[in-house]
């Protein structure tokens, strides 16, 4: 038990990122689901993700990295920073979804899946090195 225990502590942000990712990846999939059929879908992924993204800010700063911090210099620094990495995303975001609808004619929310997939781990990467760092 004091393995597992140990196991977990190590890889606890990676556990955590991953769940909440899940979450926030359902909240993306499901809004954009939602929303394509009735607009465009270039739209709706940008309806999608801004949704998703305020979503992941609060459950990664709380959560995943810890950053419990309430000077107003680190709050709007790490704010700044991810928004501004998710828009860096976005961008990746919106390049895949149109190769993959447009170009190569792909099932909307099957290439919205593996969009995901990949945006994900980048962001998990922004994260960590970038946004959440500990500081003193």
Excluded: C
Excluded at 13 to 22: K, M, P, Q
């Amino acid at each position: 038990m004091n393995t597992i225990w140990k196991l977990f502590k190590q890889y606890q942000s990676v556990i955590s990122y991953l769940f909440f990712g899940g979450l926030t990846t359902l909240i993306n999939i499901v809004v954009f689901a939602l929303l394509q059929p009735k607009m465009n879908y270039q739209i709706a992924n940008v309806i999608a993700w801004f949704l998703s993204v305020l979503f992941a800010f609060i459950t990664n700063k709380l959560w995943v990295f810890n950053s419990k911090s309430l000077k107003l210099g680190t709050i709007l620094r790490e704010t700044f920073s991810f928004f501004a990495f998710r828009l860096a995303s976005l961008a990746i975001d919106l390049l895949i979804m149109y190769v993959g609808i447009t170009l190569l004619s792909g099932n909307p929310l099957l290439v919205k899946i593996i969009d995901n997939v990949i945006v994900v781990i980048l962001n998990y990467f922004f994260s960590k090195w970038f946004i959440f760092r500990v500081h003193q």
